[in-house]
């Protein structure tokens, strides 16, 4: 009987080296001859660039090299379009994608205009003041709505409009149902900007070697593979001249998926033109304004009800605010669009968006990547309906979740990975009354009485959501064992804390039947793995842990078939068993691995033609479509309605992420995703002033929640397996804060029922809750008041 | 950011005009303005130093265009400033009110600021715009007075 570590509380095989200091960061790299950068950026939401001068920069001493977009020549092109436009009838799609230094426009603030390269960041950094930067301020572009107006400036003049993209999706016929409907709800709702704030920013450091003839990129990026091909094409190198390592990375979220950074870019550039290594780590405020970011939509929503509280249909039509540049397509948007159906039987569905250029940050997908603006325009209009209603809030949710015969459910339209939008499973009923359970919903009203006559008040709320996740196109793996007896797992993804190195390993271990710390696993490396697409889209436990499997289950028959040959025994009559091969029947006739090794890569004797050496398998693995977790999370909160602050007492999960590899590690996950929710909710915003300056870009400024305000989640499991791949598994890197805003608001609107606000924007905050209080008329009776 | 107040100099208002008018009165009614030439047609120049909060003093270069003057009444004044930490743009429309004897100014400007500067300082730009107004027209005040004092020295008993 093989030992079980799928499923299983295993120790992070990663953490000793994080903790000891002996993990790579690309900041720790630092060679002979390292050049360090800085850059001169936009202080400018919108101007004309007129023209640079770096004449007194390049002669300062201890200047190496001074870049502006003239001196890049053909070097100097537009990004690449990462994800094209999903195929949609009638969808329109204006592409318009970062360039690696402004030449004619700024675009946004922090936009980079030249290069500096000196023989130490302080003498770049003192450099900056030497570029004289002419630019012509234009109208700036910050209203989603202006913007799309005939006489708005236009920030892409090629295009002639600052619409990037307009897209009509629809399933069922909305008007009927709402001619059907006993109750119609409309509201308008506002989702605003928020920075990923990873403890690590973005860093770029390159060398190359001429005799080599080999250039090697350290990238924080979470695809490094499509980096290395993608500069490998930029230089005119070949991809296997061209070697990106990814090593511990502190953080992605979403932004270093983004590509190609200009950073990215013009580092390897300029140590290939200068036959020096060249290092450049972003300092916190380059990325609150050069990192990309998320959020920032208006949503004009409707929903359609019966009198018993199903849903008929919902009308959602919202603006998406896409920054300066669009090079990510329309995977934000059409997250919140798919998304916002949630778990919920939604018999019609019209929804529309458009994406707006505006003079902010470029946005991409930061955690949650817009799933949340869906599920918090959802969650809330049910909100509205069950208070309309006099429904119990879990009730209204209960009566339309989609039942277990309705699986797989297809909504008609498409997500984000061109595929229909289909749930491949899920059981949501169950997941909600453990949440009440958890969070002690029966009991909430008397002890919200009790509260309240110590003159607190506390507010419940409970939410679901659904995530799609794991998908395409693939991942690949191959698994080694070594002479050692130790088992090696390399693939392509990059790694940002989530624990792969444990969770390959454990997949590996059990199919192998080894014990997990003598796994060892690399990833972000393209020299240990060729082929791969990238950590996003909670797609990296799902996608390259099947491949990690596919390929040990290979490994596997490896091992019974050298074992078999050597024990001279049909290979039905191996058993695998602690890192050895044996007799099933005389378990004493054994061999350990390292030698079944050894014996599969000979120094002399014959193989059998066909046989490959060694003990080794790559696999590749690619799901039709993603698999789609789901759960709910409730909360309880307690608001000061007079300085409007509000504190987490209970936060619950319940989540289903299909089988668990490792429960430390998806509870990590969730904990971890729960604290972004929390600042997204109620403490992070970016604050852009009307001309598109950015007003919050420190954390003195920029308030992100601290280990007081994130209260220990409470988590239960559940296990709806996948069926779109071999181990049930489902994506959970998003979950924690995809709902988080919803249920937050909720329970902060319970709280101050007698005050009847409505909340209908995410992010909060005390000073904006403060000013709701103000707006809300007076408490309806005296005896309510504090 | 719109910065607007009143002041009351104890001047004429003719006194008060030509006084605005000079470099020399000029950069001492803006803090840390180092110094300001004219270049000709209510066009300056000069270098100032500014400090907001977490962002060290610097130096940047200062351009002043007066224009749409009407003398003794009312001009409009832009201010612009740029450094490595970012940018300021002042618009400020200025009426000097006669007074029997002194002078009421009347102000309005409308102030930009971009750039790092804005990122990290903004809890302290309002707080900050307004102490430097108020410092520099309380400048501008001593100055006037000391002015005044002199040309009654200066003037024949």
Known sequence: ??????????????????????????????????????????DHAHAVLRGVDASAARARPGVVAVYTAEDLGDYWQPGPLLVPPPPIDG???????????????????????????????????????????????????????????PDAPVIHPQLGTNLAAHVVQRHGDYEEAKSRADLVLSRRFHYDRGASAAIENRAVAARWDGQAQELTIWDTTQAPIPIRNGLAGMLGLMQSQVRVVAPFVGGGFGPKIMM????????????MRLGRPVKWTEDRQENFFATTQERGQVHDAEIALSRDGRILGVRDSFLHDTGAYDPYGLTVPINSQCTLLGPYDVPAYDAEFRAVFTNRTTVTPVRGAGRQHGVFVMERLLDFAARELGMDAAEIRRVNYLVQDDFPHDHKILFQDFQPLVYDSGNYRPALEK???LIRWEGFPEEKRRAREEGRRLGVGVVSYVEGTGIGPYEGARVTIEPSGRVRVATGLGTQGQGHYTAFAQIVAEALDVDVARVGVVTGD??????????????????????????????????LGVAARVLNVPEGEVELWDGHARVRAEPQRSLPYGELAMRANPLRGGVSPGTEPGLEATAYFGPDRGSTASGVHAVVVEVDAETAMAKFLRYVVVHDCGKLINPVLVEGQVQGG???????????????????????????????????????????????????????????????????????????????????????????????????????????????AP | MIVDGEYTFPAPRQTVWTLLQDPDVLVKAMPGAKHLTSTGDGAYEGVIRIGVGPVTAAEWSLTVLLSDRTPPESYTMQ?????????TRGNAKVELLDEAGSTRMRYRADLQVGGKVAGVGQRLLDQVAKMMTKQGLEALSREMKTRLAEDQEAAPA
């Not at chain 1, 770049?124 to 910050?142: F, I, S, W």
């Open chain 1, 1 to 42: 009987m093989s030992r079980r570590y799928v499923g299983e509380w295993v120790t992070r095989n990663e953490d000793q080296r994080l903790l000891t200091g002996h993990a790579l960061f690309v900041d720790d790299v630092r060679l002979e001859g390292m050049l360090h950068v800085a850059f001169v950026r936009s």
């Open chain 1, 435 to 437: 949440a009440l359970e």
């Open chain 2, 79 to 87: 201010v612009d400033s740029k450094g490595t930490l970012g940018f």
């Open chain 1, 260 to 271: 190609f950074y200009p950073e990215e870019v013009l580092v390897p550039w300029a140590a």
């Open chain 1, 91 to 149: 969808i329109v799609f204006n592409l318009a994608t970062q360039v690696p230094l402004a030449k004619d426009r700024l675009r946004h603030v922090g936009e980079p205009i030249a290069m500096v390269v000196a023989e130490s960041r302080y003498l770049a950094e003192d450099a900056l003041a030497d570029v004289v930067v002419d630019a012509e301020p234009l109208e700036p572009v910050t209203d989603l709505e202006r913007a799309l107006e």
């Open chain 1, 674 to 784: 729960v604290a972004h929710g929390i600042g997204n909710a109620f403490f992070e915003k970016l604050h852009y002033d009307e001309s598109g300056q950015l007003q919050n870009a420190s954390f003195m400024d920029y308030l992100l929640p601290t280990a007081l305000d994130v209260p220990e989640v409470s988590m239960a499991h559940r296990e709806t397996p996948a069926p779109m791949n071999p181990l049930g598994l489902k994506g959970v890197g998003e979950a924690g804060c995809i709902p988080t805003g919803a249920a937050f608001a909720q329970a902060v609107e319970d709280a101050l029922s007698d005050l009847s606000i409505e909340i209908r924007e995410i992010p909060l905050s005390p000073n904006r809750l403060f000013e709701l209080l103000r707006e809300a008329p007076a408490p309806s009776s005296q005896g309510t």
């Open chain 1, 526 to 559: 393209t020299r240990e793995f060729n082929w791969g697409t990238g950590t996003f889209a909670s797609r990296g436990a799902v996608v390259a842990g099947s491949a990690c499997h596919a390929a040990a289950q290979a490994v596997r028959a490896k091992v």
